[in-house]
């Protein structure tokens, strides 16, 4: 996926840096670049490279160097999916772009908001209390066989997100999103693939 027209885009002076290769965070390819802006030892960007604006030669997207060595955007984690309704899409989508900033608690804070949606989507009652809603998905066949514990794994960690003080790490996203996607392909997208075929 594009994020920039290389076409409309020109940068103004790019200079010649080392060579750095790194994941984009806007087009998911690895790549290897050298143009972009440094950050310098001194206040007016001279002296030794401390960091810097690296410009994809994919998708000519800017991806910044921390001066310890730290790529932003970090790639999203997860997968696009199909057939979502646009609300449920829109917050699935949301909650991938916060691993790219490295917002990861609150990553795990809609993950947990999704399953709530997923259940009110597919008829359960407004308002309720969110093992209600885990308890409607289970008893009415949305979550697979052996798939009760991952939904209280996703429960437990939105618990923790939500009234500890505690921050959620790259692991907990990745895992509830992992999850996520796969109950969204199950709901949505696994469905409407068989109706277009036939």
Known sequence: ????NNTEMN???????PTKSFLCGYCGNQVSSEKGLKIGQHSDGSGRQ???????????GSV???PDNK???QPIMGNKVNNVPTELSALYEESRKCTGQGCFTASVLICRKILMNIAVNQGADEGKRFIEYVNYLAEHGFIPPNGRQWVDHIRKKGNEA??????????DAKELLIFV???LKFI????NMIEQNT
């Open 64 to 66: 910044f160097v921390t």
């Open 11 to 17: 940068w103004c002076r790019p200079q010649t840096l």
């Open 162 to 171: 939500t009234h500890e003080i505690r921050l959620m790490n790259r692991t």
């Open 188 to 191: 949505y997208e696994f469905p």
């Open 1 to 4: 996926m594009k994020f920039f």
């Open 71 to 73: 790529i932003l955007p």
């Open 50 to 60: 401390k960091g810097g604006m690296y410009i994809c030669p994919s998708c000519n």
């Open 181 to 183: 996607e796969m109950l």
